[in-house]
C-alpha cells in the first residue's frame, strides 16, 4: 500500500482504542504507560524522565527565561491559552514573543482565533501549547523570587483591565498549588505573593470568588 500526499497530518493525542493497543505494548516492555490527556510530546518527554528512551530531543530548550517570558509559560499552564489583546494588556513586544516561540519551537505556537473568539476576545491569533507537561517541568526549575516576580507583574499589568479576571485565576491558591508544588521552597511562595499583589481584606474576597 502506498500513500500519494503532500503532506500527512498527525494528531497530537491518541484516541483511546490507540492508547489501549500501545498500553498493551508498553506493559509487555515495562515501559510508562500513555495517559489519555497526554500529547505527543508529553509522553516522549515522559519516556525520557523515566529512562525508557537515552536520546533526549528537548536537550536544547534553555533553562533560564526572561520575566515576560516565564510570565507567558506560567499563564498558559494557568489558563491554557492567551489571546494577542491579552499579549498587548501584558506589554510583551511582538518580538518578544516570537523569540520564545523559537526557543520553544513545537511546545508553544500561535493559531488563528476563531470567528466567536475573534468578536469575543478582540483577537487575531492566540497561544496555545502542545505540551502542558514540558511547561510545568520548566516553571518547577524557575525559583520562588522568579515566581514571585512573575506572579506580580501578572496582576499589575491585568489589573483593572476587562482581563483581570486571568491575574484572579492564577494567584487562586489551587492554581498555585498546582504550578509550584514541586518548586523547591514552594510553600513560602503563598505567603509572599499575596502581600505584594493584594491587601488581606482584597484576597479573601478574591479567594472566595471563584
Known amino acids: 500500500m502506498s500513500l500519494d500526499a503532500k503532506y500527512i497530518k498527525i494528531s497530537n493525542y491518541f484516541t483511546n482504542n490507540e492508547i489501549q493497543k500501545l498500553n498493551v505494548v508498553t506493559n509487555l516492555h515495562g515501559i510508562i504507560n500513555r495517559k489519555e490527556k497526554d500529547s505527543n510530546i508529553d509522553y516522549l518527554k515522559k519516556l525520557f524522565d523515566s529512562g525508557a528512551i537515552e536520546y533526549n530531543p528537548f536537550e536544547k530548550i534553555p533553562e533560564k527565561f526572561s520575566n515576560q517570558e516565564r510570565v507567558i509559560i506560567i499563564l498558559l499552564c494557568a489558563v491554557d491559552k492567551i489571546y494577542s489583546k491579552e499579549i498587548h494588556i501584558l506589554n510583551?513586544?511582538?518580538?518578544?514573543?516570537?523569540?520564545?516561540?523559537?526557543?520553544?519551537?513545537g511546545i508553544i505556537e500561535c493559531v488563528p482565533t476563531?470567528?466567536?473568539?475573534?468578536?469575543?476576545?478582540?483577537?487575531?491569533?492566540?497561544?496555545?501549547y502542545n505540551s502542558k507537561y514540558l511547561l510545568m517541568r520548566l516553571i518547577s526549575k524557575f525559583t520562588v523570587d522568579e515566581i514571585i516576580e512573575s506572579i506580580v507583574y501578572i496582576v499589575k499589568k491585568f489589573k483593572n483591565t476587562d482581563?483581570?479576571?486571568?491575574?484572579?485565576?492564577?494567584?487562586?491558591?489551587?492554581?498555585?498549588n498546582q504550578l509550584f508544588?514541586?518548586?523547591?521552597?514552594?510553600t513560602k511562595i503563598i505567603f509572599k505573593?499575596?502581600?505584594?499583589?493584594?491587601?488581606?481584606?482584597e484576597t479573601v474576597h478574591l479567594l472566595s470568588d471563584k
Open 193 to 201: 505573593i499575596y502581600p505584594p499583589c493584594r491587601n488581606r481584606a
Open 163 to 176: 482581563s483581570e479576571r486571568l491575574y484572579i485565576e492564577v494567584i487562586l491558591f489551587d492554581t498555585l
Open 92 to 105: 510583551i513586544l511582538n518580538g518578544d514573543i516570537y523569540k520564545l516561540l523559537k526557543k520553544l519551537e
Open 181 to 186: 508544588s514541586e518548586n523547591e521552597g514552594s
Open 114 to 128: 476563531t470567528k466567536d473568539e475573534r468578536r469575543l476576545k478582540k483577537s487575531n491569533d492566540k497561544y496555545v
